[in-house]
């Protein structure tokens, strides 16, 4: 018998449906709290939750209509790398330390288990380009046709997130 390789999801490259999946996922957890809790709804507080669902839209529209069966494991890859990161700075961290208190080790050894779960550390790759594609978010947005989105909204929520002199 053949194997049907238009099923959705597709069983042997499942790394579409993860990522696309996992996106929208994270936009509605982010929705969700926005809209749950009150005291979010102010312009200094809201503007990381509303960011982050617009850079969601951003990511997932340029992810569909650049459909490339690499570039999803790339943003898996990616962020595996981020992760394996983080786990060897606090593992210099803790070892810099005469006596690393016990919350410290546990968290280490979390993030080694996280680090590990789909892929040994070993085989994952570092990077420390800002991005998975190469691409800002910016350039994603012209291309996508989302340039007023992102000049209107994401670029002046961005200044908020970071501090910017013009939201304080």
Do not use: C
């Not at 749950?36 to 951003?58: K, N, Q």
């Not at 961290?93 to 080694?112: G, M, T």
């Not at 570092?126 to 350039?139: E, Q, W």
């Amino acid at each position: 018998d053949k194997v049907d390789s238009t099923a959705d999801p597709d069983l042997y490259a499942p790394a579409r449906r993860e990522v696309l999946s996992g996106v929208v996922l994270r936009a509605l957890r982010l929705a969700d709290s926005l809209s749950s809790s009150p005291a979010m709804w102010t312009d200094e507080h809201m503007a990381f939750l509303v960011r982050a669902v617009l850079e969601a839209r951003i990511i997932l529209e340029w992810l569909v209509q650049h459909e490339d069966a690499d570039i999803f494991e790339r943003f898996k890859d990616y962020g595996r790398g981020r992760r394996k990161l983080l786990m060897l700075h606090t593992e210099e961290f803790i070892d810099a330390q005469s006596s690393p208190s016990e919350e410290q080790v546990e968290h280490l050894a979390h993030l080694r288990a996280l680090v590990n779960q789909e892929i040994d550390e070993e085989w994952q790759d570092i990077s420390v380009s800002g991005d998975f594609a190469g691409v800002n978010r910016r350039d994603m947005a012209r291309d996508i046709g989302l340039e007023n989105e992102y000049r209107l909204l994401f670029q002046p929520l961005s200044d908020a997130a970071h501090g910017d002199w013009s939201t304080i």
